[in-house]
């Protein structure tokens, strides 16, 4: 029996599991990918999270394994442990180029994103187009944005421009915030967070089209795991939880705000160390994270406890006097109080929240009615049922809220009249900030000089940098 199965295998008549009938036995689908705001990284909690990661675990579940990441440590590692093998696609935000196609096969396009030219404000004169720069360029190794400087140079070779295989896009956008580098290329959607953190960054000019952004598989005669990820994205898409996982980690984004995201860091230095330690208390009591809890306190009084508003509302927090008594709060302008009594008050909104509603839209939703009401957030999502929507999904409720102010909508709602556009813009804002505060507090250590030292950077010229393969 064992010689007429392997002359079988020998003559071609047993054919080899494919890529995904292995990833099925194996009851695992491993993917290479690599930290980034827009791929993969640490939540709040703890947990892994990014867009990237949440598309794959949902084609994990999917298939009805388990997910199993490997994090590599620069973006031109990602396609060479792909062909070797070690895992079975790749989600990384990788942009779809003519160099990429001849080694990878792309799965079907999830994103489109635009090459940007990045520069920092009030240092040197902004360019409009390619032929005007004047000054250093440094970008990712092994990155579309290598493959462009490549593709400019071939027409202008006075270009001065350089691959860097030690820093991520972080790193090159930091040393441009400093000063110690000119320019850098990023993706509109990475720059587009980046801006939050760096917000003295601008964009002087796109300098590509439209890219799709895709999953790369290796290039072989096996489609198994290909096909099965183009059932799924159409899946996804009909669903329409394509964009719900979308708006989940860019739809909050909007205009970037450059006077307010400035505002907003120097109070965080300024202003949020005196009431830090009252925030994480009455977040570890109510069972929330302390940075919600601090970005509602910014997005309602910029943690000045004085703050009096034209209503009546006072302190950190905002309360209303009847809001305050019903916490069991006797001073609304005691920091301490103010941020315990809105601790408190978010957590039983919370609570009211209908239970089908899950996730992180549950969060959005109590914040939304932390601001104008729950009983005018639940208009707003009769609203968007009778509209085809989904009403337990923020994202639907969401672009419905502004119908609370025209008078032919909320003349048939229970509660009325209300500031819909103003809760949908209150729910970004504290979004925006939790952001931020929670890349702050997760990056302490890799400030922009520690970055510096890290990189060993000379002006964007480090000449000890170890080569890469030379696949990519």
Do not use: C
């Amino acid at each position: 029996m064992t010689v007429l199965v392997a002359v079988l295998l020998l003559t071609g008549y047993v054919r080899q599991p494919t890529t995904l009938n292995l990833v099925k036995q194996k009851g695992e689908l491993v993917i290479v990918t690599y930290a980034s705001p827009t791929t993969y990284y640490e939540g709040p909690e703890g947990q892994a999270t990014g867009f990237e990661y949440d598309l794959a675990k949902q084609f994990a579940d999917y298939l009805g394994v388990n997910l199993k990441v490997v994090s590599v440590d620069n973006f031109n590692s990602i396609i060479p442990t792909l062909l070797a093998r070690k895992a079975d696609l790749a989600a990384a935000g990788l942009t779809v180029t003519d160099y990429r196609k001849q080694i990878v096969r792309f799965g079907p396009s999830y994103q489109q994103v635009t090459q940007q030219l990045i520069y920092r404000k009030n240092y040197r004169p902004v360019p409009e187009k390619i032929d005007d720069i004047d000054g250093y360029i440094e970008v990712v190794a092994g990155s579309s944005h290598a493959e462009t400087m490549k593709s400019l140079a071939r027409s202008r070779p006075y270009l001065d421009w350089e691959e860097n295989y030690q820093a991520d896009l972080d790193g090159l956008l930091s040393l441009v915030w400093q000063k110690e580098l000119d320019y850098t290329i990023a993706d509109s959607n990475q720059i587009e967070i980046s801006r939050r953190y760096f917000p003295e960054l601008g964009i002087a000019f796109d300098v590509s089209p439209s890219q799709d952004i895709a999953w790369a598989f290796p290039r072989d005669d096996d489609y198994s795991l290909y096909r099965e990820a183009d059932k799924f994205f159409s899946q996804l898409r009909q669903t329409g939880r394509l964009a719900m996982l979308k708006d989940r980690y860019f739809g909050h984004l909007g205009e970037f705000d450059y006077v307010d995201t400035r505002t907003f860091l120097k109070h965080m230095h300024r202003r949020l160390e005196v009431y830090k330690t009252h925030f994480k208390q009455a977040a570890k009591k109510d069972k929330e994270d302390w940075r919600l809890l601090a970005a509602i306190g910014y997005q309602e009084s910029h943690w000045n406890p004085d703050a009096v508003s034209p209503t009546g509302v006072r302190g950190i927090m905002m309360l209303t006097r009847k809001t305050a008594s019903d916490m069991g709060i006797r001073n609304r302008v005691n920091p301490r109080s103010s941020i315990q009594g809105g601790s408190r008050y978010f957590a039983q909104l919370k609570k009211q929240i209908p239970r089908e509603i899950t996730g992180p839209d549950r969060t959005w939703f109590a914040l939304a009615a932390y601001n104008i009401g729950l009983g005018h957030v639940d208009d707003a999502r009769i609203i968007t049922n009778q509209l085809g929507g989904d009403p337990n999904k923020w994202m639907d409720v969401r672009n419905n809220l502004p119908l609370l102010m025209q008078k032919r909508w909320y003349k048939q709602t229970r509660h009325g009249y209300a500031r819909g556009l103003e809760a949908m813009r209150y729910v970004e804002n504290i979004r925006n900030y939790f952001d931020i505060l929670v890349w702050r507090t997760e990056n302490n250590s890799q400030t922009p000089t520690t970055l510096l030292v890290k990189y060993q950077h000379d002006k964007g010229r480090n000449k000890e940098a170890v080569q890469p393969p030379p696949l990519l």
